[in-house]
């Protein structure tokens, strides 16, 4: 059923009532139910079908196949432990996504004390030696564009909530369409438009915040 | 910003406006340039997406057997000593709070059941009395001052 409701002017008139998905009551709820009971086949079934999609994710953050595959393993033995605690308020999904993404902020932030006390034990001419070898001025140049912009990106999406960097990466990175989001997450299509102007919003104010502070 | 350009922001980043929608998104935004300024920032962020964008071809595939080695993971970390969560930082910070409660609880209790007052009391009478305690082998004069500075020193030997 459609409601007509108040609008701005230019504003989509027609409007879908803002219906809440009941996750408690789709299908795969079941299974997540089955894996709470310590059903170990839902859970391998769980792990099936989004082990492709968290891979890709981290993947695509980190592009280094070994760790990727590591913390996705570590994504799901999260998953697993925590699973008892899932209570449906958003699908499953959802919060795969958000373990998935929290674990590689997790071992971007390793990953950095790693390289700081890697360096500081190197000496300075140790240092400068490696930086200029050809592999590594090739690799570099490859990937350090690429890297900077990839640490830019995940520094800005630390400044949006954690629903809103969601959104962003289903939609961008995920390739879903605002009609997909509305049906994940059970908003209506506006309601998702608003939520991803504003998360947008934030981004471009965090990257103005962040250029200043750098220069 | 104007809410047409608001409401079709996602397609206009997306790449699917066209034709008449899109020629009428780009007047608006030509009309303001501070929505025209923010539209530009918003697709410079957009861009920066492209950096953990991967396509399907370019994602490699994952090695069989993930789920044993997602299984073995979870195994091994069911083994973990149970001594190891008290080192979590969560569990250190409730072991601190347990520690300053029991303090708290056994400091009010010490207070409450304190006998010492009580013990002093009798030993300061038995001073005055000029009447050494049995286990104590204190000369003892006329001098109350001297009998109880004798007293004190006895009591604070170390080993008595």
Redesign the interface.
């Known amino acids: 059923m459609a409601i007509m409701t108040a609008t701005f002017p230019g504003q989509t008139a027609l409007t879908q009532p803002e219906t809440k998905v009941v996750y408690r009551d789709s299908p795969e709820a079941d299974l997540v139910r089955q894996a709470q009971a310590g059903d170990d086949r839902a859970f391998r079934q769980i792990v099936e079908k989004h082990q492709s999609k968290v891979f890709s994710i981290i993947y695509g953050i980190l592009r280094n196949r070994n760790d990727a595959e590591d913390i996705a393993q570590q994504v799901f033995a999260k998953i697993y432990f925590s699973l008892k605690g899932f209570d449906f308020r958003s699908s499953l999904i959802t919060w795969v996504y958000k373990i998935t993404v929290n674990e590689c902020y997790d071992y971007l932030r390793k990953q950095k004390v790693r390289k700081l006390v890697y360096e500081s034990d190197l000496g300075e001419k140790d240092e400068r030696t490696m930086e200029n070898s050809p592999l590594a001025v090739e690799k570099g140049a490859a990937n350090d564009d690429r890297l900077e912009k990839r640490d830019y990106l995940m520094k800005l999406l630390s400044k949006v909530s954690e629903e809103e960097r969601m959104l962003l990466i289903q939609k961008e990175v995920e390739g879903l369409t605002v009609e997909e989001l509305a049906g994940i997450t059970g908003l209506n299509e506006n309601t998702i438009k608003v939520k991803l102007f504003r998360a947008r919003q934030k981004l471009v104010k965090a990257a103005g915040k962040l250029d200043r502070a750098v220069a | 910003m104007?809410?047409?350009l608001?409401?079709r922001?996602?397609a206009y980043l997306a790449g699917d406006l066209a034709g008449q929608e899109l020629k009428e998104f780009e007047a608006r935004m030509e009309r303001s340039s501070d929505d025209a300024a923010?539209i530009a920032?918003?697709l410079?962020?957009?861009s920066?997406?492209?950096?953990?964008?991967?396509s399907?071809e370019e994602?490699?595939v994952?090695?069989p057997g993930?789920?044993a080695?997602?299984n073995q993971?979870?195994e091994e970390?069911k083994k973990v000593p149970i001594w190891e969560v008290f080192l979590q930082p969560f569990m250190l910070r409730r072991l601190a709070f347990a520690a300053l409660m029991w303090m708290f609880v056994l400091g009010s209790a010490t207070l409450m059941t304190d006998t010492t007052t009580k013990t002093n009391t009798e030993l300061a009478d038995l001073i005055l009395s000029e009447q050494p305690p049995a286990n104590y082998h204190v000369r003892m004069g006329s001098d109350i001052d001297q009998n109880r500075a004798a007293m004190l020193a006895v009591m604070m030997k170390p080993g008595e």
């Open positions: 104007d809410q047409y608001q409401d922001m996602e923010e920032a918003m410079e962020t957009h920066l997406f492209d950096s953990i964008r991967v399907p994602t490699p994952l090695a993930f789920y080695r997602v993971l979870i970390e």
